[in-house]
């Protein structure tokens, strides 16, 4: 039977794994659509300096994200409670996660910026849910999986 003490670390895990997945995702995006490709801003519907000042903002939170989550990984690990399955299985998630939010509620519901500014969208917005709906299923697969051997956590 599991111990409480033992599904905390579970939980853990699983929410290490995710902040670290939403920071590694956001800054992703944020390196590679904003910084080097120019596709977009996180926030394109006011001017450039606008536009950079949002990306600020966007990378200190994802930064804030990842941080949060590798400082609950370096307890995990001091605790010898780390089950590295279960934290990938959660990085996914929360990659998955993020990326398909991005998608559906900030490029198309709320509208603060598209993929990138071409006339046909529909191959990029195709490709940007697909890698988020496969990350998103990866995840949960790895999670599933990893219940059982929860108890017994790496000691890595």
Do not use: C
């Not at 670390?9 to 590694?24: D, E, M, T």
């Not at 596709?39 to 600020?56: A, P, Q």
């Amino acid at each position: 039977m599991t111990q409480p003490h033992e599904t905390s670390y579970s939980a853990r895990n699983l929410w290490s794994g995710i902040l670290f997945g939403i920071g590694a995702i956001a800054f992703i995006d944020e390196a590679v659509f904003h910084q080097l490709l120019h596709w977009h801003h996180f926030y394109d519907r006011s001017t450039t300096e606008v536009g950079l000042v949002s990306d600020g903002v966007f990378h200190a939170v994802s930064w804030f994200a990842t941080i949060a989550g590798l400082f609950l990984l370096a307890d995990l690990r001091r605790r010898h409670a780390l089950h590295w399955g279960r934290w990938t299985g959660g990085v996914l998630i929360g990659a998955g996660s993020f990326q398909l939010y991005d998608g559906t509620i900030q490029h198309k519901v709320l509208g603060l910026h598209q993929i990138r500014y071409v006339d046909d969208l529909i191959v990029y917005d195709i490709v940007w849910h697909a890698v988020a709906i496969a990350m998103l299923v990866a995840g949960i697969v790895t999670v599933v999986r990893t219940r059982r051997s929860v108890a017994q956590p790496s000691e890595a």
